[in-house]
């Protein structure tokens, strides 16, 4: 099959942790995998990853524009930016309060406006989303990264609400725990059981993606067995 | 491989819907798979299920030892009784309260504690529990079943918290629609695809129960892709 | 104004804590204040707590009655008794996890069952309902009582849902933190400050039972400003 | 008292409707009250209102910094604007979408940075924030108002759990229902008893911003007896 018969996946906010792992996972799969990140570069397995600032609004609808031009519509779209910002109210700056929004709510906006529809005519698709566990509970130095993800969370609930019954599965993915990357490694001095395998939230998001239409998850929470919650 | 040497699925309230679903899915999937439930058959493919009034406690815990002394210690338990109770408080009787609790809440509570330190000292499972709708929202006519799936969610999450850093996973699944039984198209009339497809259901479970030890997902909810939420 | 006259308020749960302080709260607001406790006694300050064992249904229906034909229907009815078990699943007892569960929850239903009705045939009023931590967040060690907690919720939003409607205000109270009782004094070695003065819940009760019908609260937390959460 | 030596109350959002009404409560219970509006005025009892443009950061800045050096630090801030969109994702603009979570969103994080810091130099103080039920859920054309309300609860969450040990209380007040005012009358066409008094939600934020420190409430909520939730 070439590339253009195969079924197109976006990952938005593809990094090197998760990101390679979805983009892995669903190349694996047969899809064709694409990638946006803040620096173009080639995935462990070779899919694209084109250069998108997500916190520039016109830079992302471009980008969809581009990629539907391009590759045609996808059938699977992750958004999965992180901005963590970790900082008592006094040290937490207003323009990273709007960076946090702008990368992790605004994109998301963009890219569902731009590209659901488009979904929609060509027959459906699904739209998932990465949470965190300040999806659910605002901490006491999280007051610009759990006000954002909170409004992804309500985001995407207005997603699913609007865009289930037109046949696009729309899910919020809570991930409650440390990923296990290079970066984390080096931030946490975590045991590895104490982390996520990135192969292994990928498959998550391949089975939720891949739900019969009879079943559909909005959402769910990830976490390691040994994770206190 | 004989029945001995297989892993053990039970599956507590094995009703024709859901019940046989779930014991077809771990059946193929390598499992001895054995159901309870208020009259003991076969299932459509040949697993025992075994007559237990879950409302009796002596005879549910019984149950327990001889699966254990049987059969041996489960790799899996699925707790799915449903008492599904809709009236007005007036017509609610304290049986019928009663009768919701005892058969949703203090069975998995006699059957987590019978069995999961066994499951413990055996190297681990899973756990997962049938919630509703009503797990999450106390509806105007849902004292009695409201009340028992809001009681389960606690007791779930209690043991989640107290077995999961042993090796159980312990998980809770929200089932937010009609599940598409025979007994359920005579009830409501709905067309099929408002309907969840039970070996749907049961291969959602089955997902959840095989997760690796890094991504565990301790809550989710399904429902038909044209349901409202 | 003779007691006849008075407006009725009956606290079911009425021991030496916030008991005493909401029949206070309510006796020097204007009502004949009752309560219903394990032993019979006088409140501090003289309102009549009558022997009621909320484990045993028969007996909760009589004292309603009794209730309804001796001091006539209640404008107010708070649910607070309170039966905290705190032990790992292999300690809880089935007698414990059902002790907890009809002192909280089967005795708000019986008394909901009893009372309501006559309330709203007498124009209306409150039924607030004492919940706690636990309502919304199954802690590890609280089977018994974190289950008996959100089934006590699950029951009073719906109550809320059918008797609002008719006239009765159904609201529920989460008490995120310990109350400063003699008892927990002596439990707890806390500084006054980290606990909560049981005339100040009180006071929030009695401000929740006469909002205006336009402004109905159903669920609110109260905890110390000290208290994490 | 003269106005200097009155304790004062800020309301962010000093509409026609609630924000008239909480002028109102504040000042007749003894503070100087002063509001922000897009449009300076007086409100109906002649309190102040400055005309600030919420969605303007400097603007938002400079209006508290003039605030602390000219009337004083705050003792009780309210913050209150609403920017309602209700339309599918198709016709949501991104500068709707953007503006909705500037005004509630931004707004609070700006006044809440530039003035808490104060109020705990001065001894403590409430910061109450008008939430709505779609702080809670996201409906299906509620994409730009759910995602910015869910973001804001998030911040009031974590701006609770950072300053409330340093003495400032930090509320979440969920109106869930229509409030009565001359728009909401024209818009909706509800019979009065369907719509909440403003004077009565005001009351509430009164009585919140008035808990003693044993008993601070964090979230709370507010619909009409009528109101289906």
């Given at each position: 099959m070439s590339e253009q018969q195969k079924p197109l996946a976006l990952v938005v906010g593809a990094g090197p942790g998760l990101g390679d792992a979805l983009l892995d996972r669903f190349a694996s799969g047969g899809y064709q995998a694409i990638g946006y990140a803040r620096n173009s570069r080639q995935s462990v397995n070779d899919q694209d990853i084109l250069s998108v600032d997500l916190q520039n609004i016109d830079e992302t609808e471009d980008a969809v524009q581009h990629l539907l031009a391009?590759?045609?519509?996808?059938?699977v779209i992750v958004h999965n930016p992180a901005k963590l910002i970790i900082d008592p109210l006094a040290e937490t700056t207003i323009d990273g309060f709007e960076a946090a929004w702008q990368s992790m709510v605004l994109s998301a906006f963009v890219i569902a406006k731009s590209a659901l529809p488009a979904m929609v005519d060509a027959g459906g698709g699904s739209f998932l989303v990465s949470g965190a566990t300040a999806s659910l509970r605002g901490g006491g130095r999280f007051a610009a990264f759990a006000s954002a993800k909170f409004a992804l969370r309500g985001l995407t609930q207005s997603l699913a609400r609007e865009f289930q019954p037109k046949g696009i599965h729309v899910a919020h993915m809570i991930l409650d725990g440390i990923l296990d990357t290079n970066a984390s490694r080096k931030l946490h001095n975590l045991p590895t059981e104490k982390m996520m395998q990135t192969d292994a939230v990928a498959q998550t998001y391949w089975d939720i993606a891949h739900q019969p239409k009879s079943v559909w998850t909005h959402e769910l929470d990830l976490r390691p067995s040994t994770e206190g919650f």
């Open positions: 391009t590759y045609g519509v996808p059938k």
